[in-house]
């Protein structure tokens, strides 16, 4: 799975994961890939800073960090902030609402979800909805077996 930041004619950013490059490529060629603000298919790849994540207190696991734009000038105590539409605040809204509902009607299974997911897909158990954790290279290759699934959606903190 890879995750794009991309811009609209328009210059709405938005963000989407696909299975790999390719599927990128052919989607916008087909003119799959639009702007959720404005429907536009006029869609191109923004810049986009490498995640790096930070070391926390010994023996907790290192932050998650979201890709955003890079800064133009690194000054003292800044931080990047966003006005966003109506349209992109409706947007969100629906997007907490969903993440929401997956959480409260699903099970965690932790770093189990692979494993649980394969279970499900192959009818070794029954069919539920689960959410866990899953690396790169396990999505990867639930993916290349046909299983369908889907990330979760991340939101910046509330107070933005």
Not at 63 to 89: F, Y
Not at 126 to 150: T, V
Request: hydrophobic share 30%.
């Amino acid at each position: 799975m890879i995750r794009y930041a991309l811009v609209c004619g328009r210059k709405h950013n938005f963000e989407i994961w696909f299975g790999n490059s390719a599927d990128y490529d052919r989607q916008r060629k087909r003119n799959l890939v639009s702007c959720p603000a404005c429907g536009s298919t006029k869609v191109e790849k923004a810049i986009m800073a490498p995640s790096i994540g930070r070391a926390g207190k010994r023996g907790e696991s290192p932050a998650p960090v979201a890709n955003e734009p890079a800064p133009l000038a690194a000054g003292p105590a800044t931080e990047t902030v966003a006005m966003i539409s109506p349209q992109e605040q409706e947007f969100r809204a629906k997007l907490k609402e969903l993440r929401d509902h997956l959480i409260k009607n699903a099970d965690n299974v932790g770093k189990k979800f692979p494993d649980e997911a394969r279970k499900m897909h192959y009818g070794e158990t029954e069919h539920r909805s689960i959410y866990g954790e899953a690396s790169p290279e396990q999505a990867k290759e639930l993916h290349d077996e046909g299983i369908e699934f889907h990330p979760i959606p991340v939101l910046p903190d509330e107070r933005n």
